[in-house]
Structure formats: structure tokens, C-alpha cells
């Protein structure tokens, strides 16, 4: 019985797939702060062209440039695994599939879009990048990209993950990024909410605002911002996740899934994975499919689709998407990559439109999770892909004792080799689970009040 399911280079996907033509309910657009549909020029400070028109696209299938696929190949197709030593531990009749993502040399599937970002706008000419990081994963993956695509990256490090993770800084200077602790004194928004809340632990929200400001004020025009999650052509880039699990599911004859499961923080490692199974879905399959997060930010499971700002300095468009207000601040939580505050506005329309089944977790479930899953098939997990395997371990039991042999694929979004502060707390009990409660979610919500309301 095979253990790993491997495509050689050639088998790699050669096209990413775009879910937005196949929604049944048409995207609606973003909005600009007069409140009127924006245009792809307005976008044009902050993104190069090239990527403005992926995400912009109402084409199903881009094209993978070869170079991007040369890339690529550093570490793809990545594997996928059947989890024997698990469905053995928890006695299921399911058949458990994990795609392995932590493969990757920043240890995670945010390279999957790195590589394409730096490489499309070295090609528009662009010489430097300014990005935000919860966990470090994305900062050490974007540095990483700047280093085999020549070209400098300035990364915004939430402050609380900035403190308990030092190495990952280490990372991404090793392959020439350059990490600050976001809120700084290098922005004026970083400046202004220093000046409010000097102890702040920071959040995306924060680091994104300061990250698009550095990029839009260089003088030179040559620095444009890059973002690891929530926008179209991110989860466009993710896409070869899924459309390499199912060719390597089909080359063992399982031709019949019936959930998918992915963590998610902004969406994309989930997209990535789902997308492809959301395009069977729509064409009549019944498959569950069900992005995770964490109770503590239960942006898919309280909180509105609504118009929101992608960060809390409001500088981006309005993106309609599920969101706990752009000035939401979750507790500090290990899983640092899912605490933001909204949802890609691609995910969110799945959701509005009934395609997917969004499900939150405590973190101790996770951790506990996290352990079974090193114990039996010996990956030591991300704390953000905790989620996946949580939810993975619940479906695995339901179809025990449901007595069917259910077919579950999750995505193994990254290890957590440089995250193990948090393990370590698990081990001494001193992690708490924190449920944001109705009166919670209703509180954070108003920062959304006066906005447009979506359709
Ligand atoms: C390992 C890992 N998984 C998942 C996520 C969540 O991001 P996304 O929802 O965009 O995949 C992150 C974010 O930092 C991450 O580092």
C-alpha cells in the first residue's frame, strides 16, 4: 500500500485555475472609498499590472509561466501522503490523504505564490517588495522568493510573533529579507497606533497597513506591495495544490472523495487544496468541504459577510468578504498565521453561495490533535495546520461511527519546526481556549458601521 503519491516534474499542473467564472453568484467587486466599484488603474500604486489583471480575471485557466514552473520545481509536485499510521491509532474505516506543503524550503505552501509575485513583478520591472507576516511563514517565504528572483524585501512582523518566534527573522535575512516589528516608528500609521497603544501585541491589520504605506510612499516608484493571502491572485497561485492532489489521487484509482478539509487564516492554503474539489461540487459531486479556524477568530462562523477594509489603517479597497471589523485585535493566540480578521473575498462568496461547510476549533483540540498526528505519522505540524488535522481526526471519527469508509483529504499547510513555543506551552498546561463570544463578535463588528453593504 503506498505510503507517498509522487508526480514527476512533467506531471505538474501547467495552468492555475481561477474558481471566480464558475461561481454561481458572480463576485461583486471591490469598492473604493467613495464607495463606487474600483478600477484596475486604481490598484496600479500598490500592485504591478501583470498581477492586477490575474486579479481581475474572469478567464478559469492562467497559464504558469515556465520560468515560474522552473522555480517551482525546487520542491514541486509535493507529495501526497496516505496517513496509515493515523486511520490505524483512531481505528476509522475512512481512508485519510494529506498533502504535504511543509516540503517547501520556507516550510509551507506560501511559496506557491511568492515565487509567481517576486517573479511577475521583476518582469514589470519593480526591484523591491514590502509585505506584512503573522507567523513568519509568509515573510521567510516572500524572502526567500526575492532571493532566487533578485529582488530586496522589507517585511512588517506582527509584534507579538515577531518576539516569540526570533529565528524565523533569522530566515529571512539569511536569504537578504529585512524584518520589523510591526506597529514601528517607520510609518506613520505604525506611529500613530504606537502612540495609542504603545503595548499593543500588533495584528495583520496593523502590518498591512504599514507594509502598503512603505510600498506606495518610496519615492523612487520601483516598490510595490506583495500579500501572502486573501486576494484572488493568491488563491489563484495556491490552485497547484489541489490540481496536483487530484492527479496523484487518480494515478491510485480514488476517484471518489468525499471531504476536503483545509485550515484558514486568510484562505489560501484552503483555496489552494479546495478550489479544485469546489469546481467538482459545482458540477454536481457531494463532497464536504470545510475550512477551519480558530474559535478565537471566527471570522467564517460568527461573523457578517459584509464591505470591510483588508487592514486596519483603511488603505486598502473595501473587500466583500466574512469580517470581524477591520479593527479586531484577536487574543494571542500560537496560531499566529489565522488570526486576521477577514476572509478572501473568493472564499467568502463559496461560503454565501453554500459550497463550503467553515467548522472552528479550540486550540487545545488542535494541539492534542497536532501530538496524535506526530506520534503516528511523524510530521510536527504548524500550529495553524493543527486546525486541519483536528478536523481531519473529528471526520475520521464521525465516519467510525458512522461505519463508513469515507475518503478525507486535508491539507498539511506547514511544519512547525520553528513554532514550537507553543507545543512547549501545551506541555506545561498552560494554554487556554478562548471562544470570542456573540457579545464579542457584536462589539468588533461596529467598526464596520456606515460601510456599503454588500448584495
Ligand atoms: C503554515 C500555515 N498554514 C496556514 C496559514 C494561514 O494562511 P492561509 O489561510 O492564507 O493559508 C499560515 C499563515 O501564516 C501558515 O503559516
Not at 507567523?135 to 516572500?142: H, I, N, P, V
Not at 507553543?422 to 463570544?437: I, R, S
Amino acid at each position: 500500500m503506498a505510503v507517498k503519491i509522487l508526480l514527476s516534474e512533467d506531471e505538474m499542473p501547467k495552468q492555475w485555475y481561477n474558481l471566480a467564472p464558475d461561481l454561481p453568484t458572480p463576485m461583486q467587486p471591490p469598492l473604493g472609498p467613495d464607495g463606487n466599484p474600483i478600477g484596475p488603474e486604481m490598484l496600479a500604486p500598490v500592485f504591478p499590472m501583470n498581477l492586477i489583471e490575474q486579479e481581475v480575471s474572469a478567464e478559469r485557466w492562467i497559464d504558469i509561466p515556465d520560468e515560474v514552473r522552473a522555480l517551482l520545481h525546487k520542491w514541486r509536485p509535493s507529495p501526497l501522503y496516505r496517513a496509515h499510521a493515523l486511520e490505524k491509532a483512531l481505528g476509522t474505516p475512512a481512508r485519510i490523504y494529506y498533502k504535504n506543503e511543509s516540503v517547501s524550503p520556507a516550510g509551507s505552501h506560501k511559496p506557491n505564490t511568492a515565487i509567481p509575485q517576486a517573479w511577475y513583478n521583476k518582469q514589470f520591472g519593480i526591484e523591491k517588495l514590502t509585505t506584512e507576516t503573522g507567523a513568519g511563514q509568509w515573510g521567510s517565504a516572500l524572502s526567500f522568493a526575492g532571493a532566487l528572483v533578485g529582488l530586496e524585501v522589507k517585511v512588517y512582523m506582527v509584534r507579538i510573533s515577531f518576539d516569540q518566534k526570533p529565528f524565523r527573522k533569522v530566515m529571512m535575512e539569511t536569504w537578504g529579507g529585512k524584518c520589523i516589528p510591526s506597529p514601528s516608528d517607520t510609518t506613520e500609521i505604525g506611529r500613530k497606533i504606537l502612540a495609542e497603544m504603545p503595548d499593543t501585541p500588533g495584528s495583520l491589520g496593523i502590518a498591512i497597513s504599514e507594509a502598503v504605506e512603505a510600498a506606495v510612499t518610496d519615492p523612487t516608484g520601483k516598490t510595490r506591495y506583495s500579500l501572502g493571502s486573501v486576494l484572488n491572485h493568491v488563491m489563484l497561485h495556491q490552485t497547484i495544490i489541489g490540481l496536483e492532489t487530484k492527479k496523484q489521487l487518480a494515478k491510485i484509482n480514488e476517484n471518489k472523495v468525499d471531504v476536503v478539509i483545509g485550515c484558514a487564516g486568510g484562505g489560501s492554503n484552503f483555496a489552494g487544496l479546495a478550489f479544485p474539489f469546489v469546481n467538482d461540487k459545482i458540477n454536481g459531486d457531494q463532497i464536504d468541504i470545510i475550512p477551519v479556524e480558530p474559535a478565537s477568530c471566527p471570522t467564517m462562523t460568527k461573523a457578517p459577510f459584509a464591505y470591510d477594509f483588508g487592514d486596519t489603517g483603511q488603505m486598502t479597497p473595501l473587500m466583500p468578504m466574512h469580517s470581524l471589523g477591520h479593527k479586531f485585535i484577536p487574543p494571542p493566540i500560537h496560531a499566529g498565521g489565522l488570526r486576521y480578521h477577514g476572509m478572501a473575498p473568493l472564499v467568502s462568496a463559496a461560503i454565501k453561495d453554500g459550497l463550503l461547510n467553515p467548522t472552528s476549533i479550540g486550540q487545545i483540540e488542535c494541539y492534542q490533535a497536532a501530538i496524535q498526528f506526530a506520534r503516528t505519522e511523524g510530521i510536527i505540524v504548524a500550529p495553524e495546520t493543527s486546525h486541519a488535522v483536528a478536523s481531519a481526526i473529528r471526520e475520521a471519527k464521525k465516519a467510525k461511527e458512522e461505519g463508513k469508509e469515507k475518503v478525507i483529504v486535508f491539507g498539511l499547510s506547514g511544519h512547525g519546526l520553528m513554532d514550537l513555543l507553543g507545543y512547549e506551552k501545551y506541555f506545561a498546561n498552560e494554554l487556554v481556549d478562548h471562544e470570542m463570544t456573540d457579545d464579542e463578535v457584536a462589539e468588533s463588528i461596529k467598526s464596520m458601521e456606515g460601510l456599503p453593504k454588500p448584495q
